[in-house]
T-cell receptor
C-alpha cells in the first residue's frame, strides 16, 4: 500500500520568502509523485509530477520539487513567494504496480503575508 | 474552451433525499473520477470509470452511485444511505486510464444537509 504524509496543516511565509512544503511518501515499488494546487472554491490543478529520469522537476508558477529516494521525500519549493501563491497544496503518489491507485495527502494551506 | 463542468456549485439535501451531481467533460478523456474532499482530509476516491458503461468502486463508495452512459458524462448520486454527505465533491478526468495520468478537475460542488 502507498501513503503520503504532509506534516502540518498550515504554512505561513512573507512575500518574497522561500516556500518549502514537505511531502514524504511510502511505496514498495518505484513511485510516481505529484503536486497539485487548489485555489479557494476551485478544483485542483497539476503543478508538477515526477515519473522517471531527472529527480529535480520544474513545474508551473516557478515551483519545483526534488525526488529523494533515500529520504522518501518529494518536497515542493519556490525561491520567492508571491501573494498569488496562497492556496492549498496536495502531494499525491501512485505507481505502476498491480492494483496501484492515486493516493492524496491531506493537504497543506499556504498563506503569504504582505 | 475545453474542460470539466460541474453543476450545481451549491446543493442542499433534505434528510432521506437522493441528490445528483452533474459532471460533463468536453476533453474527450477516457477516464473520469469522483472525489470527496473534507477539510483536513485530502481527497478520497468515490468511484471511477475507465470506459463507457463501466465503473469501479473507489475507497468510499458506500452511499453513492454513478452511471457512465456517455463518454462525456459521469453523474454522481448521493443516496439517502450516505449518512454524512456534507462535503465538497470534485469530478476529474484523465486522457488515459493509468494512475500516473494528469488529472483535470472541475470546480466542484459543495453539498450540505438541511
Amino acid at each position: 500500500a502507498q501513503s503520503v504524509t504532509q506534516l502540518g496543516s498550515h504554512v505561513s511565509v512573507s512575500e518574497g520568502a522561500l516556500v518549502l512544503l514537505r511531502c514524504n511518501y511510502s511505496s514498495s515499488v518505484p513511485p510516481y509523485l505529484f503536486w497539485y494546487v487548489q485555489y479557494p472554491n476551485q478544483g485542483l490543478q497539476l503543478l508538477l509530477k515526477y515519473t522517471t529520469g531527472a529527480t529535480l522537476v520544474k513545474g508551473i508558477n516557478g515551483f519545483e520539487a526534488e525526488f529523494k529516494k533515500s529520504e522518501t521525500s518529494f518536497h515542493l519549493t519556490k525561491p520567492s513567494a508571491h501573494m498569488s501563491d496562497a492556496a492549498e497544496y496536495f502531494c499525491a503518489v501512485t505507481s505502476t504496480g498491480a492494483n496501484s491507485k492515486l493516493t492524496f495527502g491531506k493537504g497543506i494551506t499556504l498563506s503569504v503575508r504582505p | 474552451d475545453g474542460g470539466i463542468t460541474q453543476s450545481p456549485k451549491y446543493l442542499f439535501r433534505k434528510e432521506g433525499q437522493n441528490v445528483t451531481l452533474s459532471c460533463e467533460q468536453n476533453l474527450n478523456h477516457d477516464a473520469m473520477y469522483w472525489y470527496r474532499q473534507d477539510p483536513g482530509q485530502g481527497l478520497r476516491l468515490i468511484y471511477y470509470s475507465q470506459i463507457v458503461n463501466d465503473f469501479q468502486k473507489g475507497d468510499i463508495a458506500e452511499g453513492y452511485s454513478v452511471s457512465r452512459e456517455k463518454k462525456e458524462s459521469f453523474p454522481l448520486t448521493v443516496t439517502s444511505a450516505q449518512k454524512n454527505p456534507t462535503a465538497f465533491y470534485l469530478c476529474a478526468s484523465s486522457i488515459g486510464t493509468t494512475t500516473n495520468e494528469k488529472l483535470f478537475f472541475g470546480s466542484g460542488t459543495q453539498l450540505s444537509v438541511l
